[in-house]
Structures are given as C-alpha cells and as structure tokens.
C-alpha cells in the first residue's frame, strides 16, 4: 500500500521526522497563541524552508497547518479568546465549560473530536486523492480555465463579509499575478521600468508582507486588547468533570461523524476553509441537538461539532491542491509556495512524479495528528498556562523583526524587504476596509495559471468561447461558480430584509 | 455617512487607483500579430474592465448612502491609528534597512528591535536592552551562522560573517 511506502520514506529521513515532530508543537503553540495565526507562523518560517529537504520543507509546514487547527481551541476555551478564526465556534461551548470548572472535560472533548475529523479528513485524502487525480489527469486547458473560474467565484464570494470587496481582492490578486513575463508570449509586461519586477513579485515578500508584517500593524494599532495576563478559571475537584466519560463519547459520537462529513466536503471546495466549517457543524448540531436548550451553557456536543469540522477541514483542503494544483485555503497556498519553490510540480501528475514526497508528506500527517492527540489531551493545560506568561508586546516586535531577516534570506535583495513592508501596509488596508487578504494571495498564487490555461483554451478551437460549451466539465464548474455565488446573492439580500424588517419592528415600537 | 458606506467609498476609490495606474502600461503590452485566440491584453483588460466596473459600482453605493443619510464624513480614527502607530513601525522599517547599508545585520537589528519594543510599550533595561541583544544574537548564529547566509559589507562597518562563522559550521557539520 502507498501510505506504508510513505512511512518507510518518512522514517528513513530523521530530519523529516524531526520537523514533523517540531512542526506540530510549534503549530500547537502558534494555535494557541491568539493574534498569531497559523499561516502568520507559516509565512514567517517559509524562507527557512528553503534550507531544507523537500520532503522535510514539506512536512514542516502541513504539519505546523494541522496542529494549529487544534491549537486554537485552547485560548478559546481556556480564556474565551479564540487561537485562531477557526475556533470561533469552539468557544461558543468551551469557555461555558471553563466558567464551570470543567476545562478538562472541554479541552479532552476537543482533542479527541479534532483528531477524529483530522483522521477521517487525512484517510480521505490518501485513498481518495489518487483517485481523483487519474481524473482531473484527463482534463485540459477548458476544464482548468473553468476550475479557475469556479475557485475565484467561491472565493470572492463566501470568504468575508461583501461580494463586491471579495471580487475586488480576488482581482487585485490576479492582477499583481499579471506582473513579469506573459505566460505564452514571453514578454515582459507591467514590470514599471523596474529590474527587480522584470519576474514578477517575488512569493515570499508579498506572503510574509499580507500575513505577518499586517498582523503585527494591527496588533500595534490595537494596542495588543488580546495577549498575557488572562487567568484560567480554578478546576472542579470532581475527577468526572476532568475528563470525557464512555457515556458522553457516546451521545456525542453521531455529531462527531456528522460534523467530519461537513468538514471534508467544505474543506474540498476550494476557498471555504475551517472557519466557514465549525460554523455550519456548530448550527447543525444545535438544531439536530436532543438537549438544544444546553446549547450556550456549555454543550459538550457543541465543542465536538465545531472541532471535528474545523481539523476535517485540513486534510481535505489537500485534495484540490494536490488533484488540480489549486490551492483550497490559505494553508494549502502555502504548502503550494513550499511547493514550487522546491521544483515541485503540482497538479494530477505529483502522484507519479512525486510519489515519495506526497505519500511521506501523507504519512507525516498522521503522525502529526497521534503527536497532538497525545500532548493535547494531557497536556493542554500546560499550554495555556505557558501562553499566560508570555507578554504579548513582546512576542510582536520580534516577529516584526524576524519579518526582515526572513525576507532577507531568500535573496539577499534589499528591494525585497521594501516589498515586503509595501505588502504589509496593502495587508492592514484590507483588513481594515474589510477586504480579504486570503482571497487576494490565492489568487495570486492562481492568476498566471488561470491566464495561461484560458488562452490555451481558446487556441484549441477556431470557434473561441464555444469550446467551453463542448465540454461538459468545464460547463459543470462554471455552473458551480455562478451556483455558488446566486445562492451567496440570494442569502445576502435576505439576510439584509430580515435586518429591515427587525429595523421597522423596532420603530414601530418606539 | 456610516462606516460600511465609508469602507465601500475607500475601496472604491483604491481600487480605481490601481486601474489608473495598470491601465496605460497594458497598452503597451506586446502583442503577437499571428497569435491566434486570445490576445496577450485581452486578459489583464477583462481583469481591469471588470475592476474599473465593480469598484465604480461601489463607490456609487457608498455615496448614494451617504446622501440618503445626509451625514457629514465620519471623521479620521483609522487613518490617525495608522499615522499614530503603523507608521512609526515602517519608519523603524526603512532606518533598519538603511542602517543594514551601513553597518551590516547585526547592530542594525538590536537597534530595531529595541525601537519596535518600545512602540509597542515595552519599558525597562531588560525588555529595551537585554532582550535585543538575545534575540541579535539568536537571529544572527541561526540565520548567518547555521543557514550560512550571505552578508553584503557595510559601508561604515564591515566584517565577514561567513569567515567568523566558519568554525561553527565545521563544528555542526555544515562544512
């Protein structure tokens, strides 16, 4: 079987196994640690990556993604302070929980329904990816150009609060992906009379400028509300209230399954990540609950819901950057980053020409997700306690730095950290005008390709635009695209009347 | 004029910035006269068309908000965040890539890290100095030392990182 070549490729390489198990506790730690996102922790370790074994580069950044998933969890339910957006949802039951002196039973709850949507998530993966990949294997530049369409609808669309802004950050992205060498002539274009874009923008300026370099403008103009000095509430003395009983595993076991089944299917589509996920299971969960009146006051059910769909969302995200070389959230873009940086071609044919690699990289996650099960069900509060010590101001001045010398080392070019600074400010801009940064890198990362393959598309056929209605595919995905963003329409309109009804009830009141 | 309408107008007007700006340098992307299909602007003008278009229409949202609630502007809180406290962190930014000119990685680094504790809020001889100089030396073994980076010579200050690291990286095996 491939996944046990994967672990004979994985245990022969102690450096591999070595950053793995590095990977997950810093992920652990980067989760638990509110303000510092996962891809913030990604994005700043990237050029060190550079220095490593493919395979080691690999494992290093997935398993840092997968861990941080669960990591977040612990400021959520520790201190109703979510580690990372994803575990939003997590805190809606877990800090009820702590309030009652039952973190224990919270954070074991966590743990055990995050492994078991991390599992599910990992297996699909290894088994169903391949599959999927003799498929998307036969598909030519229409299908691509209407996968493209349908990823940058999707993204544009569901991530963040307007379709219009998430369009417009989607097209930013594409737009900077323009800059350098057109993909078929070959002739530079966009490049402003400047050397140093005659390539285009360089990936990690612009990756460490979005994610670090703007969090740590945001954190200082926040003046850091979030960070050290939060304490855990005392614990109950009763052994019960520590742990999650066979009885509780049990009644919870269903919306556990239910919840991974919503996970993975979201964390397929390209664009909705965990966040989107732990929202859906969570509201499933109430409304299907037996006990929905618990819902608020510390539902056990609530945290598995949230949790099983946020960690099924990570292995899951794998499968459209590993079938069809686009990337389906923010961790994944990253992985692809790593990816091309090392030569790696990704799309279908990684599994034939990279078979080692990727079924390591399979074997790693699994590995990673045993490792946080272990020190996250024993060793959880420790961690909180750990992230009470550390002051908050001081963690972000020396991010602030290791942004220079990061961006230092992939090049040694100066320019590069002028772009980099340049990417933060256009990263805090979008976060305050609430634009999305997510959708404007991945996009980024996709723009060429999208240029190349429509162009190639209608090279194939005299007749131009018709070839995208010869081929059913493609016409599946672009209907996919215009579905995804109708319904997005429709559920905004209606929200927005709900909201001027309940507007003209109240003035009707008054 | 409420913050929603605001944040629209603000995009709206950035974004078409950003035309203005790509706009004329596409016409002077070369074009193949045999190239059959799509022609090599026909992307990036669809790309810029559909932005002017969007961005045109959410400025027109905006200000249309703005008249229907005959409000004044909202006034200026994020941009004097930012003056107050992102720009202090990009000047502190561009003197440390100024002084890495001059004096190479290391004392340009303690520098900066002690100046962006301070903006922070940071006070006091062991958070201002001592946990600079850690983190210096940290930064510098790891990426100079171990990763073996090269260092371009100061103007004022120059030295060879990779000779004095030399002994460490026979030492790790690196050599």
């Known amino acids: 079987m491939a996944i046990i070549d994967g672990f004979a490729t994985l245990f022969s390489s102690g450096q591999a196994v070595f950053f793995a198990l590095l990977g997950t506790l810093l992920g652990l730690f980067a989760g638990a640690l509110p303000g510092l996102s996962a891809s913030a922790v990604i994005a700043l370790l990237m050029p060190i990556t550079f220095y490593m074994d493919p395979l080691s580069a690999l494992v290093f950044i997935y398993t840092i993604s997968k861990s941080a998933c669960f990591g977040g969890s612990i400021p959520a339910i520790l201190f109703n302070t979510p580690g990372t957006p994803q575990a939003s949802a997590t805190q809606l039951e877990g800090y009820p929980l702590t309030q009652q002196g039952k973190q224990g039973k919270a954070l074991r709850m966590a743990v055990i329904a995050s492994a078991t949507g991390d599992t599910f998530s990992e297996l699909l993966l290894i088994f169903g990816a391949a599959f999927l990949a003799i498929y998307a294997a036969r598909m030519g530049p229409p299908e691509y150009t209407a996968v493209y369409f349908c990823a940058f609808i999707i993204l544009s669309s569901v991530i963040g609060t307007s379709i219009v802004r998430g369009l417009l950050s989607t097209l930013l992205g594409i737009l900077l992906a323009l800059i350098g060498f057109d993909p078929i002539t070959g002739e530079p274009r966009y490049n402003f009379g400047s050397d140093y874009l005659f390539d285009g923008i360089p990936l990690v300026p612009l990756l460490l400028g979005v994610f670090v370099m703007s969090e740590v403008f945001v954190q200082v103009t926040e003046r850091l509300s979030l960070g050290g000095g939060a304490a855990i509430a005392p614990a109950s003395k009763r052994p019960e209230d520590n742990y999650v009983t066979w009885r509780e595993f049990v009644q919870v076991l269903p919306t556990m399954v239910r919840s991974t089944g919503y996970g993975t299917v979201i964390g397929m589509l390209p664009g909705i990540g965990a966040s989107v996920a732990c929202f859906v299971a969570y509201a499933e969960a109430r409304r299907t609950s037996k006990t929905p009146e618990l819902f608020g006051k510390g539902a056990l059910e609530g945290v598995a819901a949230a949790e099983s769909a946020n960690n099924a969302t990570s292995g899951a995200n794998l499968i459209p950057l590993l079938t069809l070389g686009i990337p389906g959230s923010t961790a994944a873009a990253l992985l692809a980053g790593v990816m091309l940086i090392h030569g790696i071609t990704i799309g279908p044919t990684v599994f034939v020409t990279s078979y080692d690699l990727i079924y390591g990289l399979f074997a790693a996650g699994l590995m990673c997700i045993a490792t946080y099960f272990v020190v996250g069900y024993w060793g959880s509060g420790v961690l909180g306690r750990m992230i009470t010590l550390i002051p908050a101001q001081m963690i972000y001045p020396f991010v602030f730095i290791t942004c220079f010398v990061a961006t230092y080392a992939l090049r040694q070019a100066v320019f590069d950290i002028v772009l980099m600074m340049a990417f933060g400010v256009l990263g805090y801009v979008m976060k305050r005008l609430q634009m999305s940064p997510p959708a404007f890198v991945i996009a980024f990362i996709l723009g060429s390709g999208a240029e190349r393959s429509m162009r190639q598309a209608m090279m194939l056929d005299d007749d131009g635009w018709m070839i995208f209605f010869q081929r059913p595919i493609a016409l599946a995905f672009f209907a996919i695209g215009i579905g995804a963003i109708v319904l997005r329409l429709r559920q905004t309109r209606r929200a927005r009347m709900t909201a001027r009804q309940a507007a003209t009830v109240s003035a009707g009141d008054e | ?175």
């Open chain 2, 1 to 175: 004029m409420d913050r929603a309408d605001r944040g629209n107008a603000v995009v709206g007007v950035l974004m078409l910035l950003v035309v203005a700006i790509f706009g004329p340098a596409t016409g002077s992307i070369y074009v193949d006269p045999y190239d059959p299909g799509f022609g090599a602007r026909d992307f990036p003008v669809g790309v810029l068309v559909l932005m002017a278009v969007l961005a045109i229409a959410l400025l027109a949202r905006s200000l249309a908000g703005m008249l229907r609630a005959g409000e004044a502007f909202g006034g200026f809180g994020e941009v004097t965040d930012f003056v107050r406290y992102v720009v202090p962190m990009i000047a502190i930014g561009f003197v440390y890539v100024w002084l890495i000119g001059l004096f190479q990685y290391a004392l340009p680094t303690a520098l900066a890290a002690a100046a962006s504790l301070a903006v922070f809020g940071n006070r006091g001889f062991a958070r201002l100095v001592v946990a600079p100089i850690i983190a210096t030396l940290v930064y510098y073994v790891l990426f100079f030392g171990v990763l073996g980076l090269h260092e371009q010579p100061g103007s004022i200050l120059a030295f060879d990182s990779q000779a004095f690291f030399q002994p460490l990286r026979i030492f790790l095996g690196l050599l």
